[in-house]
């Protein structure tokens, strides 16, 4: 006697019949309790997708831009300590090792951006840069703590107090020109050019070659007049063209060199004038050029 177990299939409608000891097909879904062996799959939606993707981009852009502040740091310490080597063997004189740092800083610290990522808080990371050298020469400058080696780096005549006059100004225009022109326009790049290379060199030109002075201030030179224009200019050029090859900037070079050439006239007369009793060239230089340069190029 034998049993069997007949049903009709629901499309061909035909019988189907099997025995007792018929193996039945085993379902791709095998349960244990309640627990399925193969696990369901997670499907997410297009915005939490874009959500977590836009979220990793992001940590991404501040562990590059954290490595990238950390890398200039080390180099604008490494600067200084360097020259201040140089000067403590007697190998450059002080004054000469001052101007070095002031033309190398804000120029290689120009020079840093591009290391920087493409999101909106990268210029916020670089301006950490000179932040920090703020907060030094405040400190230094105030007398909370004594740094011989930056003292004597960036003073003329070793006075803890003239931190907070110069260099601290030089360093407040690197911060500015990072949080609002940044990469995006060339008038923050212009004015660090004319404040760096052209004040800079200048400074170095008129002490060894400033014989013939201005007539309407004897404490400028025509030599170092003429460098800050000459020199002011050719930085200027210099790092549109460093930040053009890189893509930043799309400029018709004829125009920018008339602009170019402008703004650094401006700058020259503002730094000739007999005004630094009142205002800093580390602040009248800079300002000027901003102004300049922005009613040049528009943006």
């Given at each position: ?24 097909p ?93 999101s ?46 110069g ?64 020199f ?13 090859i ?53 943006y």
């Amino acid at each position: 006697m034998s049993l069997s177990l007949l049903s009709r299939h629901p499309i061909s409608g035909r019988h189907v019949g099997s025995a007792a000891t018929h193996v039945f097909p085993i379902s791709p879904r095998v349960f244990r309790g309640s627990m399925s062996v193969w696990p369901a799959r997670v499907s997410l939606d297009p915005h939490t997708l874009r959500f977590r993707v836009s979220a990793a981009a992001r940590v991404g852009h501040l562990l590059h831009d954290a490595g990238a502040t950390a890398a200039v740091l080390v180099g604008a310490y490494g600067l200084v300590l360097s020259f201040d080597n140089l000067s403590q063997r007697k190998l450059i004189q002080q004054s000469l090792s001052r101007k070095l740092v002031h033309i190398l800083s804000g120029l290689l610290f120009m020079v840093s951006w591009p290391i920087f990522s493409t999101s909106t808080e990268a210029r916020y990371f670089a301006a950490l840069v000179p932040l920090v050298n703020c907060l030094r020469l405040v400190i230094n400058g105030l007398s909370l703590v004594k740094d011989d080696g930056l003292i004597k780096s960036v003073t003329r005549e070793g006075n803890p107090k003239e931190l907070l006059r110069g260099p601290l100004y030089y360093v407040l225009m690197l911060i500015l020109s990072a949080l609002v022109f940044w990469r995006d326009s060339p008038v923050g790049v212009i004015s660090l050019s004319m404040m760096c290379g052209g004040d800079g060199i200048a400074d170095v030109i008129g002490r060894r070659f400033g014989s013939m002075k201005i007539f309407y201030n004897e404490k400028k030179s025509w030599a170092g007049s003429i460098s800050m224009f000459v020199f002011g200019f050719l930085v200027s050029i210099g790092m549109l063209y460093f930040y053009s090859i890189l893509g930043y900037y799309q400029l018709d070079w004829i125009e920018t060199l008339q602009r170019v050439a402008l703004v650094s006239l401006v700058a020259t007369v503002v730094e000739s004038l007999p005004i630094t009793e009142v205002v800093d060239d580390n602040i009248s230089v800079p300002l000027a050029s901003m102004v300049a340069a922005y009613l040049s190029f528009g943006y």
